[in-house]
């Protein structure tokens, strides 16, 4: 099989549903606009999106081995074509809510599928690494590119319907990545192990115990707590405590997810040369060192006029960029977990993986919210070192416990 053409085509599907599901907050936006919807109502689109991913997890990831990755992959794209068109026609808030259960239920499906597929075309660990760092990344960059898309869309709305075209451009990708999936064929046999017991939830249940999966799944609830909280809350430090205009601050808060995409990408070629645990400290140096050199200067933001991207304060600039450093945990963790399992139960694995990860984010941006409600200044992003300092304690853990994990996986 066409290993290039495969990763080609799982890193475009993966970015296509990243764009979906981060375009939460402009049809939060447009659907107060034009639907009528409250702001209580608006937010029930995050809950729609984020419960979906977990039913979705729970429901069919020990599943989707006997129905086939690649025929996941083209049932999820299909499926978010046909979303997508019908959202184009959506005249009521009812439709966003709909597409968004679509669309969390999706990605859920490909989220496994996709990690799955990943070990069945890497050569060893370290290659699983770096595989999964570059889709990734090429994720994160249809995250920024989504920001983009929507907001050349909703720039050019002029009869209340004209930000729905954007459904158009996305309904097309996804029919080109059927066409994609089509042509590129998939051995999938190496899943479905004629040997291995048929994975079901008990399979997850099994996997949940060992104390190397619970320092994993620990490790990356903590991970996806901080990106969610700096990633949600970004916009709001940027305007409050950096005293940015409103639109403004929502654009800098752009510069955190190029980090991101950036440090997935680069944690790619980091990963084939250094041993894991070495990166993952050191980037967990860099995040501490970058909250304990950018808050402080936040602290000191004026409140002069700000005009534009010149005028605004080093802070600004500086604390996003700790995105390059906090990428490349959450990809590392889910590889080390999954390259030490045998193939069929990859699946198994990724839904406990996207069921804490959706934990992770809902408690990081509750949490955040509530510290930015009761203290001061730019304080809420220091409690992030807390969970920082938990993950690099969990690593050595992890480190040992991978043997473990190989035994106990088998048994």
Not at 203 to 219: I, K, N, S
Not at 253 to 272: K, P, T
Request: with cysteine; proline share 5%; charged share 10%.
């Amino acid at each position: 099989m066409n290993r290039t053409r495969i990763i080609v085509a799982l890193a475009l599907t993966y970015a296509v549903l990243g764009i979906l599901m981060n375009s939460v907050g402009a049809v939060i936006l447009q659907s107060i606009r034009h639907f009528d919807a409250t702001k209580p109502m608006g937010s029930t689109l995050e809950a729609c999106k984020d419960l979906s991913v977990v039913a979705a997890s729970f429901a069919l990831a020990t599943r989707i081995p006997s129905i086939g990755y690649r025929r996941s992959l083209i049932g999820v794209m299909a499926v978010m074509g046909v979303a997508c068109v019908a959202a184009s026609f959506a005249d009521r808030f009812l439709a966003m809510q709909a597409l968004f259960v679509v669309t969390g239920l999706s990605f859920g499906v490909a989220k496994v599928a996709t990690y799955a597929t990943i070990g069945l075309l890497a050569r060893d660990p370290a290659d699983h690494a770096s595989v999964t760092g570059v889709i990734e990344g090429v994720f994160m960059i249809g995250l920024l590119a989504g920001v983009w898309l929507f907001g050349w869309f909703v720039g050019g709305d002029h009869s209340a319907r004209d930000w729905l075209h954007v459904y158009w451009v996305i309904a097309a990708a996804c029919g080109v990545l059927v066409m994609a999936w089509l042509g590129t064929p998939l051995d999938e046999s190496a899943a479905v192990a004629p040997d291995t017991p048929k994975a079901d939830w008990s399979d997850m249940a099994r996997l949940a115990v060992l104390p190397a999966t619970v320092a994993v799944l620990v490790g990356l609830f903590l991970y996806v707590l901080i990106e969610q909280g700096i990633g949600t809350w970004l916009p709001t430090f940027n305007n409050q405590v950096l005293h940015l205009p409103p639109a403004m601050s929502v654009q800098m808060s752009s510069i955190f997810v190029g980090s991101l995409a950036v440090g997935r990408l680069a944690s790619g070629l980091a990963l084939r040369r250094f041993d894991w645990l070495a990166v993952l400290l050191a980037c967990l140096a860099g995040i501490a060192l970058m909250i304990l050199v950018s808050l402080p200067l936040a602290a000191g933001a004026g409140h002069g006029a700000i005009a534009g991207w010149r005028d605004a304060p080093l802070a600004a600039y500086l604390f996003p960029l700790l995105g390059i450093f906090l990428a490349p945990i959450y990809p590392t963790l889910c590889s080390i977990a999954l390259s030490n399992l045998p193939r069929p139960r990859h699946a198994a694995m990724m839904g406990l993986i996207v069921i804490f990860s959706a934990l992770g984010g809902t408690l990081g941006s509750f949490l955040t919210g509530l510290l930015f409600q009761k203290v001061a200044g730019a304080f809420a992003f220091y409690a992030t070192l807390l969970p920082v300092a938990l993950i690099a304690m969990a690593l050595p853990i992890i480190r040992r416990r991978q043997r473990a994990m190989q035994v106990g996986a088998t048994a």
